[in-house]
């Protein structure tokens, strides 16, 4: 007790209290430093265009993948993954906000241009539409933003349909994004992987420079079309090719998996590797027409498997298990919560996936959904989540339906992975129940269209 109240008690401050307080301070920036520097970097490999069989890895006979097959075989790989859609704009939302389609509003390419509107001389017109087509998405959940809200240098590199990517989560961008120079799905950003790989390079030593934590998009334009790989790439493929545009494509796809080994190269040089998450998938499947180089059939803007299915892998040495899931369905739609829970960061409880690396969760879900609307969208329709529609599709286990809306069509993908026997008429009460699981799943998450 003070014997004497009225005056106050000094405080004695150590002569060391400086150099206490000093070194407490240190110590809690080392902590966040650390930190940041114990944060896995991510990689996103996203392959355009490209078939699910059409990989080393997946057994491909002809097609050398080494790059993305050693990448497959330490990591976990699920053969059974599907796309949320079969084009690429919409399928690229998704695989950013971890929604649907329907959800984003991002449903088609371009929108639908007024009756006798055309490029270029209606291009502000177009500029006008798409920059209302993206709108929504600037609400809507973004693991790319939340990586870079959590202090990750995030790139952006190759496909890129949403205006400037820096006003989606990126801190830096190859795309420029207006419609007004040539901006439309990636303008600058498509000569990663065709042209250089230097920026890329670039942002990682930029980013180690700085100890800080990074992620990369590597949307490359490959193996899309032109089909017009470096002839040694042709040579390897045009006495084993069935045709000529065949072999093409897969010039282009070989070409995809050098650029991939590029990049691996180059991490493992930095001793970045086992720092290193990969992620890999494809935008949508791509079959090659057989007459007509650079364009395709059955696959692309359809539902069927060879539209749709697409093996996907997690890949970080030493810490995710390698194994290989030849039945569990897994989803793009899962891909950016997983990225989120691997860098320690909550993902936005919009979104609708599942982690990957949850193989227990996934097979206990048994199920995946896809969509497929018109290439065009008409932006005064959106609030109408059936307007453009061609098909949804609902896999369960080894059953498919696609739900079209003059019909509904039944497989057993177990003996007919190619979607080509139908079903439907022979098992009603199989057919019945999957539309009503579907509409379930339609009703529990569709919401309002975006405003005009």
């Not at 790989?197 to 990682?204: A, L, R």
Request: with cysteine; proline share 8%.
């Amino acid at each position: 007790m003070n014997p004497h109240p009225s005056r106050t008690t000094p405080i004695i401050v150590p002569r060391n209290f400086l150099s206490l307080l000093f070194a407490a301070v240190l110590t809690v920036l080392s902590i966040h430093r650390t930190d940041a520097a114990d944060r896995p970097n991510v990689v996103f490999i996203l392959s355009d265009d490209q078939a699910w069989k059409d990989y080393g890895f997946m057994g491909h006979q002809h097609i050398q993948t080494p790059n993305l097959d050693a990448l497959a075989r330490e990591g976990l790989l699920y053969e059974r993954g599907y796309v949320t859609a079969p084009l690429c704009r919409p399928s690229l939302a998704s695989l950013v906000t971890g929604l649907y389609p329907h959800q984003t509003g991002i449903r088609g390419n371009d929108p639908v241009m007024p009756a006798g509107a055309k490029r270029p001389n209606s291009l502000p017109l177009f500029a006008k539409l798409r920059q209302r087509m993206t709108e929504p998405l600037h609400h809507q959940p973004s693991f790319i933003r939340a990586l870079k809200d959590n202090g990750y240098a995030t790139l952006q590199t190759g496909k890129w349909w949403e205006g400037d990517p820096k006003d989606h989560g990126f801190t830096h961008a190859m795309t420029h994004g207006d419609e007004l120079r040539g901006g439309r799905h990636g303008d600058e950003g498509l000569n990663i992987g065709r042209k250089t790989m230097q920026p890329i390079y670039d942002f990682v030593d930029a980013a180690v420079e700085k100890d800080q934590p990074f992620f990369v998009w590597y949307g490359v334009f490959l193996p899309h079309a032109p089909h017009n790989a470096p002839e040694r790439f042709y040579n390897k493929y045009k006495d084993v090719a069935p045709n000529e545009p065949t072999a093409w494509y897969w010039a282009n796809v070989d070409w995809f998996d050098e650029t991939c080994g590029q990049l691996v190269d180059y991490l493992k040089s930095k001793g970045l590797y086992e720092k290193t998450v990969f992620v890999y998938t494809c935008d949508n499947g791509w079959v090659p027409d057989p007459k007509r180089r650079n364009k395709y059939v059955r696959s692309k803007q359809e539902p069927v498997e060879a539209g749709i299915r697409t093996p996907i892998f997690l890949t970080h040495a030493g810490t995710i298990r390698p194994h290989r899931d030849a039945t569990t369905l897994a989803s793009n739609v899962d891909i950016p919560s997983t990225i989120l829970k691997i860098c320690n960061i909550a993902p936005d409880k919009a979104m609708q996936g599942l982690d990957l690396r949850d193989t227990a969760a996934l097979q206990d879900r048994n199920r995946v959904f896809v969509e497929s609307y018109q290439h065009d969208s008409d932006l005064d329709q959106l609030s109408d989540i059936n307007n453009g529609l061609k098909a949804r599709v609902l896999i369960q286990g080894w059953d498919k339906l696609i739900a079209r809306p003059d019909g509904v069509e039944l497989f057993d993908l177990k003996s007919d992975p190619d979607d080509r026997v139908n079903l439907a008429g022979t098992h009603p009460q199989k057919a019945n129940a999957l539309i009503a699981q579907l509409n379930k799943w339609l009703s529990e998450t569709s919401v309002p269209g975006p405003s005009k």
